[in-house]
């Protein structure tokens, strides 16, 4: 993969934020159906009271989602999307001193986002969507926007069905350095680009546990690396079919793994414990420098 020519960072309410050290991005689900947290946070009211939550026990960036993406998800329409997320986005704007990303596949999302306050897209078709790569590359290179490319096989209503590879690291390393390379030659800045191997988006077990052995090669590839395994599957798979309410510690352990391996950003449903296990991580260990957070 291409090295990246800087650091990518993000600009939130606050200035810059730098991709220097493993940051907590907090989920924010305004859906009635994602696998952990479905229609906790539906009412705009309850979304920023949980955004308020999250920059309290630490989180450095909240990830805000209007379309279910977990295996068997239907679509949700341009209009409905647009009612879920766009109004969360501006109250964050006016009220929640962090930078926002916004995951959705929609161009005309894109683009609304970024002028409600969006300071990163994060796109699990990684901006292949006709429309969405032109909707990315101009919010990257006219608004300084940060894009997160994530590698999907298929599509999240049958990506689990039977995902194969010869060789998923190598295969997912071709796809996001494909994807940055196009985005690149289409005028988006390399400190904009944010790379996802996509745990669990048509990958099996044994697919992420490679992916995820392999993480610091990627992270040593020049892109920053964000990772999202918070509750997944794998997380209950490796614990024994543990049910997602019973998730939380195998998740911030696979986090904190994440991160002295490379990843950027942690993409997590609980800051508080992901946070306080990086503080611990930073002050502790001496890959980590020993001089905290």
Known sequence: MTPATASPLLYGPNGPLPLDRPRVMGILNVTPDSFSDGGEHARLDRAVARARQMQAEGADLIDVGGESTRPGAEPVSLAEERRRVLPVLEALAAEVALPVSLDTMKPEIMREAVQAGAAMLNDVNAFRRPGAEAAAVAAARDHGVALCVMHMQGEPQSMQQAPHYDDVAAEVRAFLEQRCAALQATGVPADRLVVDPGF?????????????????????????VLVGVSRKSMIGALLGQRPVEGRVTGSVAAALLA??????????HD???TADALAIYSALDPRAGGKGA
């Open 200 to 224: 669990g988006f048509g990958k099996t077990l044994e697919h992420n546990r490679t992916l995820f052995h392999g993480l610091a090669t990627l992270a040593r590839d020049g892109r920053s």
């Open 259 to 268: 991160a002295q391996q490379g990843a950027r950003i942690l993409r997590v």
């Open 271 to 273: 800051v508080a414990a």
